[in-house]
């Protein structure tokens, strides 16, 4: 089975920090995915890598940088974090367009 | 640009009723069509994928349709139960980008 997993489950941070969300596949593929979905606006895509440093923007970058420097593990950064990046955080990886999601991120910026 | 539709948002049935979710697309070239779960605070897993080429797709009591003339997608959830109350999201794939564009979902409750 494919595994994905965030590094926290749940997060609270102050505005101005930055902040790391961390994840990890296992299963050797070469896309990676990060989402942030809210109630009333469903799933937003923030960036993707398609291979390792490699990556492209997605529909909602910015106040965010992501980083892929092995293909296993795709980290996104929030460089200052602000109240309306308060969210759920989800990573995804994928083989030939099917995507497999990790547990999520629920970040809180107080 | 892709559009995905569910209608409706929300759904109640009692236990043992078949569910019928609904998937709309804007464009029918697509790649493939993929189903998901997601429970409450959770993410999302994976139930079925439909390639381009096929017609359907089955796994236990779910049964997905793909129509790509008239971009449509049902999931059908077969004998439902109380377990089954999550909330359900399509979402199309146009191949040249691994990209998917989701749905909102709709959101089952099965009452037992």
């Known amino acids: 089975d494919v595994k994905v997993t965030q590094s926290s489950r749940y997060l609270v941070k102050r505005t101005g920090e930055k902040v790391f969300l961390e994840c990890v596949q296992d299963?050797?593929?070469?896309?990676m995915f990060w989402y942030r979905q809210d109630p009333g606006l469903g799933l937003r895509l923030i960036y993707f890598?398609?291979?390792?440093?490699?990556?492209e923007k997605g529909d909602i970058p910015e106040g965010y940088s992501v980083s892929r420097e092995k293909k296993e593990r795709f980290s996104l950064i929030l460089e200052s974090a602000s109240t309306n990046q308060t969210s759920m955080y989800l990573c995804?990886?994928?083989?030939?367009?099917?995507?497999?999601f990790g547990p999520g991120t629920r970040l809180t910026v107080l | 640009k892709q559009e995905v539709t569910q209608i409706p948002a929300a759904l109640s049935v009692p236990e043992g009723e078949n569910l019928v979710l609904n998937c709309s697309f804007t464009?029918?070239?697509?790649?493939?069509l993929q189903w998901f779960r997601q429970d409450p605070g959770k993410g999302l897993t994976s139930l079925l994928l439909?390639?381009?080429?096929?017609r359907e797709q089955t796994s236990g009591r779910l049964n997905a349709s793909l129509d790509k003339s008239s971009g449509r997608s049902t999931l059908y959830i077969a004998a439902s139960q109380p377990g089954d109350s999550a909330t359900y999201l399509c979402?199309?794939?146009?191949?040249?980008?691994?990209?998917?564009?989701f749905g909102a979902g709709t959101t089952v409750t099965v009452r037992a």
């Open positions: 995804a990886s994928s083989l030939d367009n099917e995507q497999f």
């Open positions: 299963m050797d593929h070469e896309n």
């Open positions: 890598s398609y291979d390792v440093k490699m990556k």
């Open positions: 464009d029918s070239a697509i790649y493939n």
């Open positions: 439909i390639q381009s080429s096929q």
């Open positions: 979402a199309a794939g146009r191949g040249d980008d691994y990209k998917l564009s």
